[in-house]
Structures are given as C-alpha cells and as structure tokens.
C-alpha cells in the first residue's frame, strides 16, 4: 500500500480534519512561554504509590470524594477523565449519534468543541455570540433543531469574559428536555464566584467541566472532572475507557486536592491575580497596544493596532504568545497567559522596543 491508498482507507471526515492547533503543535522556540495559559512555576509533588503491576481504580475514591468535597457536591455527581478535554469528547460519544445529531458552540470559543465533533462525524452549529461576547440566545433557540449538547465556556477561552448568568439560566430554559447545556469552567478557580455548579439541584441537563490543568498548575497531569447529576454521569462512566487515570496521576491529584493542596491553588490564583492587574497597566503603557479586554481567568485578550507584526517580533524573539488573529471578531488580537513577573517584564520590555 502506498500512502495514498492509505489516506483513500480514512474516514471520510477524519481526511477532512484539521487537527487542534495546540500550543505545543503550533511550536516555537524561546524562553517565555506564554500561549498555552500554564501557570508560570511547576508544583512540587511525588509519586508515593507502590502498585504499579495492578490496574488502577476506574474512579480513584479519593480524587473523586475530594473533588466533590471541594466543589461542594455529592461523589455520585463527579467522574474524573484525562483532561477536560476527554469529558467534551465523552459527551459527544455518548449523546451524539454521528451524521444525526448536532452539538453547538459560540465562537470566539475554545477550540475543542469542534474539532472533536468533527473527529466523531457529528455536526457542528457555530453560533457566533454578540459582539460584547455574550451568547446569541435568539440566534440559539432558532438552530436548536437536531441539537444535543450546547457547549458555552465561562470565563470564555480566549476573550476572557464572563456569561451573564442571567443568559445561561435563559438557555438551560430554552434547552430542557432537549438538550444538555455544557458550561466549561476550566478557569473558575480566577473567579470562583461566577460558578453555576449550586444550580445542578435545579437543573438535571447542566453539566460542569473543570480541570487541574490551569489554576492547580497541573497541565501535565492529564486530569479533568465533569459535574453532573447522576444520571448524566451513569451515561458517562459507560463510554468511558476502563482505566481512564494512571495510578501516579490518580495519587498526586489526590494530592493536590488535599486541603494544603487547595490552600496552595488560592495561593497561585492570588498571585496571578496580582500579576494580572500589573501586566494590564503596563500593556496599557505600550504605544502597539490598542485594547486591553478585562479578563476573569488567568489571561488577558489583548488587541495591537493594525499591521503591528508585534506578534511576529516577539516571536522571533522567543516571546510565544497565542495569536486569535483568525478567530471570528478578534482580528489583531492576542492572548497573552500571565506568566512570572520576570516574564511579564521581559514581556513588556520587548514590546517597548518594538519598532
Ligand atoms: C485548557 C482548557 C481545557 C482543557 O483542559 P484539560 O483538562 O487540560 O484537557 C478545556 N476548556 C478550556 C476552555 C480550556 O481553556
């Protein structure tokens, strides 16, 4: 077989497919790295337990019971996966049969959404929202035809926005008894008061997704959690894998969700917190700078004036951040994940010299 029978043996939407642009796959070369929106310094944790020749718990009790313990919810309401990224696709596989059924999202958005529909052959409606970045519910409630899951994400990845939460209590009302609302929460811990997760008791067709991977400073963990009524998570623990978490990151997420463990976490949102509030005011000092967006996670939006190639620059000068350039509405803009105050500096220094 050559490799062009090879690609003919593909599924049809898989030929079709462009592979999530992840910071790690876009690449680049320097010392700051500030487009993957990891937290700056690397926790210090070891492995402890000794069984490796067996298989690990499909749900590790401690992660969940601490998990649930930390988000104020019953254990029967969490099922940990690698990532929150697996728990969108769970979703989908569980949900949605492919080339029937429809899931939505609203661009500027997370990407994930629609590539792993796309992977599943299931369609995908992108529902643009507002130009302030708050949901189109008209422009919803007029596509939710053949729509299983509604995916919005709050703070919202890359603009950094809050939803009203008037707007997501209007689409849980638009959307029940037809469809899940998803509401992606991976950077909450930034502003843990804009969480919906006391409204599972109302709400059977919410669904929460956290993770370890920002605020907990664990991106190479591989751990996520998806907050559901039982129900929902029944379905869940069925398509999931039978082993979904290795032991060593079932043990140091254990860790990590001990009470030193979250007292660590708030310590580093703190910090974020403050370096957020600096790195603003001094993007506000830099002549290539046209917006600074308020941001609620543990990153900034950032708009250069037209033309600026400032992207570029910094690039060359191993400066990576996320350029958003071709996402709908955010022309000229990047995003910038606040890094160390050393990195913040050096940040800000080069863009000063920017010609
Ligand atoms: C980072 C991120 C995720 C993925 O989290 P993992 O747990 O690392 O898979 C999900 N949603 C949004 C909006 C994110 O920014």
Redesign the pocket.
């Known amino acids: 077989m050559n490799n062009n029978d090879i690609n003919q043996l593909v599924r049809k939407n898989i030929q079709l497919l462009t592979p999530y642009q992840s910071a790690r796959r876009l690449g680049g070369q320097g010392d700051v790295w500030l487009n993957a929106?990891e937290y700056p310094i690397a926790p210090d944790y070891s492995f402890n337990a000794q069984t490796l020749n067996r298989y690990p718990q499909p749900q590790p009790k401690n992660v969940i019971n601490r998990y649930a313990n930390y988000a104020g919810i019953e254990p029967e309401q969490v099922i940990v996966s690698?990532?929150?990224?697996?728990a969108?696709e769970l979703l989908m596989r569980a949900f949605c049969q492919p080339g029937q059924d429809s899931i939505i999202y609203c661009p500027p958005?997370?990407g994930?959404y629609q590539v792993s529909a796309q992977t599943l052959g299931i369609n995908y409606k992108a529902i643009p929202t507002k130009p302030d970045w708050q949901l189109d519910l008209t422009a919803i409630e007029s596509n939710l035809d053949t729509v299983k899951l509604v995916y919005i994400?709050s703070p919202?990845?890359p603009t950094g926005n809050l939803l009203n939460q008037d707007d997501i209590k209007a689409l849980l009302k638009l959307t029940e008894h037809k469809a899940l609302v998803i509401v992606?929460e991976?950077?909450i811990e930034f502003s843990p008061q804009a969480s919906v997760v006391s409204w599972l008791k109302g709400y059977p067709h919410l669904v929460i997704?956290r993770?370890?991977?920002?605020a907990f400073a664990l991106?190479g963990l591989?751990?996520?959690f998806t907050l559901a009524n039982k129900p929902i998570i029944d379905v869940l623990l069925k398509v999931i894998a039978p082993y979904p978490l290795p032991t060593p990151v079932a043990d140091i997420a254990s860790q990590a969700l001990s009470d030193k463990g979250i007292t660590q976490m708030q310590d580093n949102v703190m910090q974020v917190t403050l370096q957020k509030h600096q790195l603003t005011e001094a993007l506000l000092g830099v002549s290539a700078v046209d917006t600074v967006y308020p941001g609620f996670g543990n990153y900034l939006l950032v708009r250069f004036k037209p033309n600026s190639s400032l992207f570029n620059q910094l690039w060359q000068k191993g400066i990576i951040l996320r350029d958003q350039d071709k996402q709908i509405g955010l022309k000229d803009c990047v995003r910038i994940t606040i890094g160390s105050a050393a990195e913040c500096d050096t940040l800000i220094q080069a863009m000063k010299q920017h010609s």
Request: hydrophobic share 30%; proline share 0%.
């Open positions: 929106n690698r990532g929150a990224d697996e969108i958005t997370y994930m994400c919202n990845n992606d991976a950077y997704l993770t370890l991977s920002k991106a591989r751990c996520g």
